[in-house]
């Protein structure tokens, strides 16, 4: 009798571990490369999810991932459903449990971007096929693969990288958090009193090596720094907004916080921005923002995704 092998799935960083990352970003890389005169729509020469259909389930708004999974799909020779919660079953009570077996037997892979964290983890401990996870209130591993991407793009290394953090500790800190321990770089987080990242996320990062500074002094956070990230203040469905805005006032990236990091330093932001808040015009259009590569490297991050949770990396 043939062993059932369990899916792949890819909830947190962690789940696939730094060699595997290290491996999307080399893959991601080359298939760039491949299809660099190829239209957007084309197949790559190799479709190599070919025949295969990825479900993707939205409780909250989207454009990058969206788009991006649907076109990283396309472009390894498969498809995609779109899914809006409001209209299918899980939004009329359906179980989550349920939705996961139904979807096993019908779609090859499930993406799902959500609010509550144990949401997904309900649907990988009922699903029979890779669940992916596309933003949840805990983490977005999907942004940080791009991300750490283009950061490689752009000539940096990752061991030992002076990353700075400034504003609201989300979940995309947590996720360059835990990828700081499982790649080997360091992160300061400037964000204001009752707004730090989770302990849980910080433990994880200097378990794996990463030194992790959280200071109440923007200054002090982009000192030096080889990246400077950021993102908004207020995320969707947050409320009690004002008094948060005024706490992160301090904490927005203009040109004088830009001179505080090295004179290559990259600006990174996942997208929307709230330009005037978190970050000055001239920042986000300036020679250092690298905020579209890193739009565009969804695609290329997703794919190699996707690869890994089929098992072909």
Known sequence: MSETRSPRHFLDLSDAGADAIAAMINDAQDRKAARRDLPKGAADADARLAGRVLAMIFEKSSTRTRVSFD??????????????AGSMQLGRGESIADTARVLSRMVDAIMIRTDDHAKIEELA?????????????????CQIVADLLTVIEHGKALPGLEVAWLGDGNNVLHSILEAAGLMKFNVRVG?????????????????????????R???AAAKDADVIVTDTWVSMGQEHASAKLDAM????????LMAQAKPDALFL??????????????????????VFDEAENRIHAQKSILRWAFGQL
């Open 191 to 215: 964000c204001p009193s009752g707004y730090e990242p989770e302990a849980e996320f910080v433990r994880m990062a200097e378990a794996g090596g990463a030194r992790v500074d959280v200071t």
């Open 269 to 290: 932001h996942c997208l929307p921005a709230h330009v005037g808040d978190e970050v000055t015009q001239d920042v986000i259009e300036g020679p250092q923002s690298v």
């Open 71 to 84: 076109m990283a799909m396309r472009q390894l020779g498969g498809s995609a459903i779109v899914m809006e």
């Open 217 to 219: 002094d923007a200054v």
């Open 249 to 256: 006032q301090p904490f927005r990236v203009d040109a004088a």
């Open 125 to 141: 401990a009922n699903a029979s096929v890779p669940v992916i996870n596309g933003l949840t209130d805990r983490s977005h591993p």
